[in-house]
């Protein structure tokens, strides 16, 4: 993989494949190249698109993406169209604030090409938004984890402006994957019935079916010697894990691509 011009002050590189083509992005900088995977070789887009810190391109001349306001420092959504020129649009009201903006509304941005979906979850709360490409709010959906507020201990530089979080922040989704109509979302709380034993020796990844906007099944992702899950995705019916230093390969059965339903409840908000 190449790109034609690397006198970029990067800091927070992206790389997104979307069969031909292939995406590298920078929003700190900001800089989106663009390539074909027969070649792997990228160029620069237009400029004139704004800063982001996660983008998602969706087709060869749209890409969803989050970015701060720039009076607030809130979280917004919006959507690049690339053209002769770039035209830029935002969604100020899906991403609702509960304390700051900007740590509260936290979280993944996900796209379902078979669906046409956006699909944005909460990282500190059981709350997850499902749009269509434009950003038009199709609904708001909940995990079944019960913390509807986000716990959190943020602390500001009144001389600087910045803003930091203290303490050990209260994650409840820690990582997700989409496919199709499935959500597959990495629990960071255990649930009331799951063993100390087992939620140390494994992660949780509960199933989601966002076309009924339901909850699905549940299945474990176990640890491999003292290595646990970092991240995940999903294609079809493969399953692909970093588990510490490694890309893991698994293979989702019937029961979970099928939706199968597996009850698992977890404990009252704190």
Do not use: C
């Not at 969706?58 to 917004?76: H, M, P, V, W, Y």
């Not at 201990?153 to 199709?180: C, E, F, H, Q, W």
């Not at 109509?181 to 799951?194: H, I, P, T």
């Amino acid at each position: 993989m190449r790109i034609s011009d690397d006198n970029f002050p990067f800091r927070s590189v992206q790389i997104k494949v979307l069969p031909p083509y292939f995406y590298v992005l920078d929003g700190t900088v900001p800089i989106i190249f663009k390539g074909r995977t027969s070649d792997w070789k990228a160029y620069p887009l237009q400029k004139g698109y704004s800063y982001f810190s996660k983008a998602e391109p969706i087709n060869s001349n749209t890409i969803l993406f989050r970015a701060q306001q720039q009076k607030t420092g809130e979280n917004i959504l919006g959507v690049f169209k690339l053209g002769d020129t770039v035209l830029t649009s935002y969604a100020p009201t899906l991403l609702e604030k509960q304390i700051d903006g900007f740590f509260d509304t936290d979280g993944t941005l996900q796209y379902s090409n078979q669906l046409k979906k956006m699909v944005y979850v909460y990282r500190y709360r059981n709350q997850f938004i499902v749009t269509n490409d434009a950003l038009q709010l199709n609904y708001r959906g909940n995990t079944i984890d019960t913390t509807k507020k986000a716990h959190l201990k943020i602390m500001y530089n009144n001389k600087s402006g910045d803003r930091k979080l203290g303490g050990t922040p209260y994650i409840v989704n820690a990582s997700t994957a989409l496919d199709g109509n499935l959500l597959f979302v990495n629990s960071a709380l255990r649930g009331k019935y799951e063993s100390e034993t087992m939620w140390k020796e494994a992660a949780v990844v509960d199933v989601y079916d966002i076309s009924q906007n339901s909850y699905q099944t549940s299945f474990y992702i176990y640890n491999i010697g003292n290595e646990k899950m970092k991240t995940f995705m999903v294609t079809g019916n493969n399953l692909y894990v970093i588990i510490g230093q490694n890309l893991h390969k698994y293979h989702l059965g019937k029961a979970i691509i099928n939706s199968s339903t597996t009850i698992r409840t977890k404990e009252a908000d704190k």
